[in-house]
C-alpha cells in the first residue's frame, strides 16, 4: 500500500494513458506487477560509455565481441527506458494528458516491455535477429521528436520553463543514447569480418569516424544546401523566390581531423548553416552579391572549436528576448512555439516522423527536383522521411546533439549586424554520455 501512495500520482497518469492509448484492460494485480518490473529497471544506473570506449571496443570486431555488445544493448536499453517512464509518470496530470505526451508514453512502455522480455542472444544467426528486432524499434520511434516538441509546446502554460527544458533535455539526450547504441551494434554487425577502422577514405568504428575532416564535412553540407529548391519562407509563413545563396568561406585550421560521430556533427552544422543562409538571403534580398558567412575552425588541445558569421541581421526580436531562448521548448521564452502554423506542422511531422538527420531533409529535395512535371506520389514523403521545415526542432536538436559528449553551443546575436555562432566539441573522446539517470 505505500507504494501505491508514493505513486498516485503517477499512476492516475498511467491509467489515464491506458485509457486514451486504447490498452487493453489491466487488473490491479497485473498493473502492480508491470510497475514492479519498471522500479526494478529504474533502480538500475545507466552504463555510459565515451566515444573511446566505442571505438577501442569495436575496433577488431568479432563474433564473441559481437554477442557481447548485442547483449549489452539488449541489456541497457530498457534501463535508459525505464528512468524516462518514470520522467513522464512523474508529470502533471493535464501534461501526461496532452496530445503528443500520451502516444510517447505508449512507445517508450512497449519498447520497455519488449526489450526486457527479448532473450539473450547466444549465435551471430540471433544477432541477425536481434538487429531486424532494434531496426524495427527505430522506426517505430520516429514519432517521438515531434510528438514530445508537440506535447510540450501545448503544456508550456502548465510547466515553469525551466522544469519543461530540463524535462525535455533528458527526454532527448537519452533518445539519442539509446539511438547511438543500438545504431552503433547494427553498424558492427554489418561490419564483421571488413576492416573498416583502417580503410584509406572515412576510416571508421561503427558510427563513430576516427579521422573525421571537419572542412570537408562543411563543405557537403554548403553543397547540399546550395542544392536545395530556391523558395525561402518567411517569417509570416509566406514563400518567396531566391535567387541565389551566399557563398560560405571556410578559414582556420582547416585540415583539421578528429573521432567523432559523423551524422551528429553534419546535422550540427547542416542546421546552422541553413539558419545563417536563410537568415542573409532575408536580411540582403536586394543585394548582390549577398554578403559571405565565414566558418572559421579552430584546433584546441583538448577540443575543436567552429565559429560561423552570418551578416542576418542578428537573432532578438519581440518575441525572442535573448539568443539561448531560440533552445527553450517554453512558450514563456519562445513564444513561437504556440504559433498555430508551428503546431501543424509538428502535427504533420508527427505522423510521418522526424529522425533528425540531414538525410531526411535533402532526400525529398531531391526527389523534387526529379519529379518537377511528375503527378506521382512523393516516394520519401510516403516512407515517413520527409522535412520538417519550421517547425523549430533544428536549433534545439543541435544543441542536445552537441552537449551529449559534453560539447556546447552558443549564439552570439549582433542585433542589426548578424549572428555568430560558437560550436566546441571535446576532441579527445573521453567525455561520458551526458544522460541524466
Not at 499512476?11 to 487488473?27: D, E, I, K, N
Not at 551578416?311 to 517554453?330: E, N, T, W, Y
Not at 542536445?400 to 555562432?421: C, K, R
Request: charged letters at 25%; one cysteine or more.
Amino acid at each position: 500500500m505505500s507504494w501505491q501512495f508514493r505513486n498516485s500520482h503517477a499512476s492516475v497518469g498511467a491509467r489515464h494513458l491506458a485509457r486514451h492509448t486504447h490498452a487493453q484492460p489491466q487488473s490491479t494485480a497485473l498493473h502492480f506487477y508491470q510497475n514492479r518490473q519498471l522500479e526494478h529497471y529504474a533502480s538500475k544506473e545507466a552504463k555510459r560509455l565515451s566515444l573511446r570506449q566505442l571505438v577501442f571496443f569495436g575496433r577488431q570486431m568479432d563474433e564473441e565481441k559481437l554477442i557481447k555488445s548485442a547483449n549489452y544493448v539488449r541489456t541497457e536499453l530498457p534501463v535508459r527506458i525505464a528512468h524516462r517512464l518514470r520522467d513522464l509518470q512523474a508529470l502533471p496530470y493535464v501534461v501526461v494528458t496532452q496530445e503528443g505526451v500520451a502516444r510517447v508514453y505508449e512507445m517508450y512502455w512497449s519498447a520497455f516491455e519488449k526489450f526486457r522480455r527479448y532473450p539473450q542472444v547466444t549465435t551471430l544467426a540471433e544477432n541477425q535477429a536481434f538487429c531486424e528486432f532494434l531496426e524495427s524499434i527505430l522506426d517505430e520511434h520516429a514519432p517521438v521528436i515531434p510528438s514530445l516538441s508537440l506535447g510540450l509546446s501545448l503544456s508550456s502554460p502548465h510547466l515553469p520553463p525551466d522544469s519543461l527544458d530540463s524535462f525535455m533535455s533528458r527526454m532527448l539526450v537519452s533518445r539519442i543514447s539509446r539511438r547511438v547504441l543500438a545504431e552503433h551494434h547494427l553498424a558492427l554487425s554489418k561490419s564483421l569480418g571488413t576492416n573498416s577502422l583502417h580503410l584509406p577514405e572515412d576510416p571508421h568504428v561503427g558510427i563513430i569516424y576516427t579521422a573525421l575532416n571537419l572542412r570537408h564535412s562543411i563543405d557537403k553540407c554548403v553543397a547540399l544546401l546550395r542544392g536545395r529548391p530556391d523558395d525561402i519562407e518567411e517569417g509570416n509563413g509566406e514563400s518567396v523566390p531566391n535567387c541565389g545563396w551566399p557563398e560560405v568561406v571556410v578559414d582556420g585550421h582547416v585540415d583539421t581531423k578528429f573521432s567523432y560521430i559523423r551524422e551528429h556533427l553534419e546535422y550540427i552544422i547542416f542546421e546552422l548553416l541553413k539558419n545563417a543562409m536563410r537568415a542573409t538571403w532575408l536580411n540582403h534580398r536586394d543585394s548582390s552579391p549577398l554578403p559571405p558567412i565565414r566558418a572559421t575552425i579552430v584546433a584546441g588541445e583538448n577540443d575543436v572549436g567552429l565559429r560561423i558569421s552570418d551578416q542576418g541581421g542578428g537573432l532578438s526580436s519581440a518575441r525572442i528576448k535573448s539568443p539561448s531562448d531560440l533552445f527553450s521548448f517554453s512558450h514563456v521564452r519562445n513564444a513561437t512555439r504556440m504559433d498555430d502554423t508551428r503546431l501543424g506542422a509538428l502535427r504533420s511531422a508527427s505522423s510521418r516522423g522526424v529522425k533528425a538527420t540531414v538525410a531526411e531533409q535533402i532526400g525529398p529535395w531531391r526527389t523534387e527536383d526529379s519529379n518537377v512535371n511528375s503527378h506521382d506520389k512523393d516516394p520519401e514523403r510516403e516512407a515517413g522521411i520527409a522535412p520538417h521545415p519550421r517547425i523549430g526542432l533544428g536549433l534545439p536538436m543541435s544543441s542536445i546533439f552537441t552537449t551529449y559528449f559534453g560539447g556546447t553551443l552558443e549564439l552570439v546575436s549582433l542585433d542589426g549586424w548578424g549572428t555568430d555562432v560558437y560550436l566546441r566539441l571535446p576532441k579527445l573522446g573521453t567525455n561520458l554520455e551526458g544522460i541524466e539517470v
